[in-house]
């Protein structure tokens, strides 16, 4: 029998006993032996809840019982996250966590002491909810040279923008239902501004090229900027507007970003809606591989942290081996980025003179129309580095919209 501990009775913690007492029977035989939950940790009580005989409020009960094997963070944020998972590994008990900003922040220091102490510190469900991205990158695409990983890693604002794209919807509203149902951050700016997904992205970033990825050096936007008249010039070109949070192999480095970006519909990730993630994958042996799936919610992200559970189970005593060192990974510089951007701006009137400026700015652009719109000039430009179109939009006056292009 392993005996785990569930710091953390949230929606994802009560997802996870949720999962082991529905497929209790399938998950045993999987691992191999009984997973019994010893112990649920809150600072709250839950009266009336069958968890609460197993209930704790203090994390010393858990962390000195020589009994518990594997500790299950679903807690949330760095403190004490951070505290009780390392005190954990050192004690020689592996760790599963869900938390993106835990791994993001630490997981080079945390992989390594799992691997001292021949142990595992596993975090499926830190990318991507219930999609398994964490465990292929790790165990299956090790052929390759990754040369980009793009993807769709944030379920709330995916399903914003979906919402907003098909009905028109309003974004607080639509905000206020992914919240309902458990897809949001405590705090949605983290969902709205793209931390959440820069976080992921430099995770994604690490697993592939071996080096720890500082998200603060990702340049990230959010979707807060996106309004309905964008949607309309999307559809216009047959274009659709997603979170995206990529990482470009160039030379020995990569460019990283997130972004909202218009991709049309040959992109593999277009029909990626709602609270689904997608994760695009290039090597340069295997081509192109995809991974998709509900990227947030209750039961999917506690699919994935059981399915740690399972593998930490079955190698109780050996450390699967991570390959991210605690050396930091230079990203290329931002600047040098190049991307082709759609841009909407006010119509001044002055048809020559203003298309000049523009076609100076930034060569030749493609203009674009959107039915019913007018007195705006909308374009995208050809492929340009992010530092030259910094420079030169800023000679703009009263631009609307400025939105990356991937078509
Ligand atoms: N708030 C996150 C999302 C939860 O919407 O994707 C899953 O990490």
């Known amino acids: 029998m392993v005996n785990i501990a569930v710091l953390g009775y949230g929606t994802v913690g009560s997802g996870v006993v949720e999962v082991i007492r529905t497929n209790q029977e399938i998950i045993n035989k999987k691992a191999g032996q009984e997973i019994n939950i010893k112990y649920v940790l809150d600072l709250r009580d839950f009266p009336g809840d069958p968890v609460e005989k197993i209930l704790v409020h203090d994390y010393d009960v858990i962390v000195t019982d020589p009994t518990v094997d594997?500790?299950?963070e679903v807690m949330g944020g760095v403190d004490p996250a951070y505290k009780f998972v390392?005190?954990?590994?050192?004690?020689?008990?592996?760790v599963c966590t869900s938390n993106k900003e835990l791994?993001?922040?630490h997981g080079a220091e945390l992989i390594a002491i799992a691997e001292e102490n021949n142990i595992n510190?596993?975090?499926?469900a830190a990318v991507g909810g219930g999609i398994p991205i964490i465990r292929p990158l790790k165990s299956s695409l090790t052929a390759d040279d990754i040369t980009e990983i793009t993807?769709?890693?944030?379920?709330?604002t995916n399903y914003i923008l979906t919402e907003m794209a098909q009905k028109g919807s309003a974004f607080e509203d639509v905000l206020k239902v992914a919240q309902e149902k458990g897809y949001a951050e405590r705090n949605p700016e983290a969902d709205v501004e793209g931390y959440d997904a820069c976080r992921k992205i430099a995770i994604l970033t690490s697993l592939v090229t071996g080096y720890q990825v500082n998200y603060e050096n990702i340049h990230t936007e959010g979707i807060t900027k996106i309004?309905?008249?964008?949607?309309?010039?999307?559809?216009?070109?047959?274009?659709?507007?997603?979170?995206?949070?990529?990482s470009k192999k160039d030379g020995d480095t990569f460019y990283s970003?997130?972004?909202?970006?218009?991709?049309?519909?040959n992109h593999p990730l277009f029909h990626v809606n709602d609270v689904f993630n997608g994760i695009f994958v290039h090597g340069n042996v295997l081509d192109d591989v995809m991974f998709y799936g509900r990227g947030a919610g209750k039961l999917p992200t506690a699919s994935a942290v059981v399915s740690d559970v399972v593998e930490a189970a079955k190698y109780l005593k050996?450390?699967?081996a991570t390959l991210w060192s605690e050396e930091e990974m230079e990203l290329g510089d931002f600047a040098k980025f190049k991307n082709k951007f759609f841009v909407r701006m006010k119509d001044k009137g002055l048809d020559d003179d203003q298309m000049m400026d523009i076609k100076n700015a930034f060569g030749n652009v493609l203009y674009v129309k959107a039915p019913g719109i007018v007195d705006e000039l909308a374009f995208v430009t050809e492929p340009i580095c992010e530092g030259d179109f910094a420079e030169h939009i800023k000679n703009f006056d009263d631009v609307y919209s400025v939105i990356r292009v991937d078509f």
């Open 318 to 320: 050996s450390n699967i």
């Open 257 to 265: 970003m997130v972004a909202p970006v218009m991709i049309g519909e």
């Open 151 to 156: 993807g769709i890693l944030n379920g709330t």
């Open 121 to 124: 510190f596993l975090f499926e």
């Open 86 to 94: 390392k005190r954990a590994l050192l004690l020689g008990k592996s």
């Open 103 to 105: 791994v993001a922040k």
């Open 70 to 72: 594997i500790v299950v």
């Open 227 to 246: 309004t309905t008249k964008d949607f309309e010039y999307a559809k216009a070109m047959k274009a659709s507007i997603k979170l995206l949070g990529t």
